[in-house]
């Protein structure tokens, strides 16, 4: 049954504050409830899907147009404006005025053997040289965006027309370079590179992986960056008939590459690990003769014989359930091994945030969304946790079940006095008021306990969303 035919409150992706909207507006003098801090300023943005027209087939959230929400923080004033990001694909559809592509549950699109699958931009959003970089989950072209009136400027040439990065390249605030990654179902599977803070193209090499996978993050220091190959992988027969579908192979390893910023592909350090799977990266870092990188994979389940249960795993992923680890390796650069432990297994958290100038650094800060136990229902995003990466402890907060908080930002505060020192920054729906609002917390110390600072309500509603960003207003003078 097409997603046309069924009730809207049975399609969970579309229905309750999931639900698109098509007002592009801009609002100033929010009524506040608190107050807002005025010792920090910058922009706080976040992607995310919102269909441009009904769909007609098996509708997965990621099929959703993208839009962007940004909130600018001014010294204690508050402004807000969404618009959608004007990709190529929408704007054919507009012209047509009716879809051209289906989603990712159907075929790909045979008449365009150069864009198969749409890309909405829809998935992550960064800050590179002076533009907004929207990206998107399967891989695309990059989309440039202005930061200020968040007009769409344009598909981005990384390394020529049509160049797809991944939903999370990775910018370095502190040299204005971007990291990227691409990877394809055709050998050699992988691409890397570099862009330098004048967005021209500086470093990309070829990484030949043994076989197609679905790399989701990488990770980057001051000097090396971190690819992933982990045994999750497009299913072969699938594949064959023009199909997308998982499967995960517990008989092989994870692989992590280690190279230098610039290396070349035969300076890649590869390095095994026990089989895993994981979206996101909170950071990494060097540490003497180690390569540290912290994440959130999956929580791996064993059946009753003790195996692993790929099959799980594989359910969990294709039905987006949330069930994750807070997890640490270490890469020795001198031994060739590698160690790994779990920081935390209590609470089910994913979608780290750290603060942005501790990016490639050592830090021991993350701000993770929390998610019901073992995942095992449609997403839910009820609260927030301030993770300690040394000790694994943590401080969370929630307002209850039904809340749905939005990927924070961390907006450091002005002269600050530690990594801990400013605030999270978010969207929230709030389902007793029935309306969504911009909630800020303090960070410092245990502060984020005590609830939001500050709750800004909007009048009207933000769908839930992806991925966000916080730049600050420092680092949006620096590179303007």
């Known amino acids: 049954m097409n997603a046309a035919d069924l009730p809207v409150h049975e399609i969970p992706a579309l229905s309750g504050n999931n639900a698109p ?23 706080y943005v976040r992607n995310g899907p919102n269909a441009y027209y009904p769909p007609e087939w098996r509708y997965h959230a990621y099929d959703g147009d993208g839009m962007l929400h940004a909130v600018r923080f001014d010294q204690g004033r508050v402004s807000y404006r969404n618009r959608w990001i004007q990709t190529e694909a929408l704007q054919e559809e507009m012209a047509a005025g009716r879809t051209l592509w289906k989603g990712l ?58 160049t797809r990065i991944s939903a999370h390249s990775r910018p370095d605030e502190h040299t204005g370079e971007l990291m990227w990654f691409d990877y394809d179902t055709k050998p050699p599977y992988m691409r ?45 027969d699938a594949l064959a008939a023009g199909r997308y579908k998982v499967r995960f192979y517990a008989d092989q390893p994870s692989r992590f590459g280690v190279i ?3 290396g070349k592909a035969d300076e890649i350090r590869w390095f095994e690990a026990k089989p895993a799977y994981m979206l996101h990266v909170v950071n990494a870092w060097e540490e003497g003769d180690e390569i540290v990188m912290v994440g959130t994979p999956y929580r791996l389940h064993k059946t009753a014989d003790g195996q692993t249960d790929s099959r799980r795993l594989e359910n969990t992923i294709n039905q987006r359930q949330r069930d994750f680890l807070l997890y640490e390796w270490r890469f020795d650069l001198k031994t060739g091994l590698t160690k790994e432990r779990v920081i935390d297994d209590v609470l089910n958290s994913e979608f780290p945030v750290i603060n942005g100038a501790y990016q490639g650094r050592k830090n021991r800060w ?20 301030k993770y300690d990466l040394e000790t694994g402890g943590y401080i969370a907060y929630s307002a209850g079940p039904n809340f749905f908080y939005n990927e924070p930002g961390f907006a450091p505060r002005d002269n600050p006095r530690s990594e801990d020192d ?12 029935q309306r969504s609002e911009i909630q800020l917390f303090d960070c410092y110390g245990a502060a984020l306990a005590q609830g939001p600072v500050a709750s800004l309500p909007l009048p009207r509603r933000v769908p839930n969303g992806f991925h966000a960003t916080f730049v600050s207003q420092a680092t949006l003078n620096r590179w303007k």
């Open 21 to 43: 909207i098509h007002q592009e507006d801009a609002f100033d003098d929010l009524p506040v409830v608190g107050t807002v801090p005025a010792d920090f300023s910058g922009l």
């Open 422 to 433: 400013g605030y999270l920054v978010t969207l929230a729906w709030n389902p007793r008021e």
């Open 192 to 236: 890397y590179g570099v862009v330098g803070p004048d967005r021209q193209l500086r470093h990309a090499i070829e990484v030949d992986l043994p076989a197609p996978g679905l790399p989701h993050d990488m990770a980057v220091t001051e000097n090396y960056t971190i690819l992933h190959d982990f045994p999750l992988r497009p299913d072969p």
């Open 105 to 162: 549950k159907e075929p790909p699109r045979a008449d365009r053997p150069d864009q198969p699958l749409k890309n909405n931009s829809n998935t992550d959003v960064k800050y590179h040289a002076g533009r907004l970089l929207t990206m998107w989950y399967r891989s695309g072209v990059p989309y440039a965006v202005d930061p200020y009136t968040l007009e769409t400027l344009g598909p981005v040439d990384i390394d020529g027309p049509g």
């Open 366 to 385: 993350s701000y993770n969304i929390v998610f019901p136990p073992g995942g095992r229902e449609e997403p839910r995003f009820p609260g927030l946790v």
């Open 260 to 262: 230098p910023r610039y």
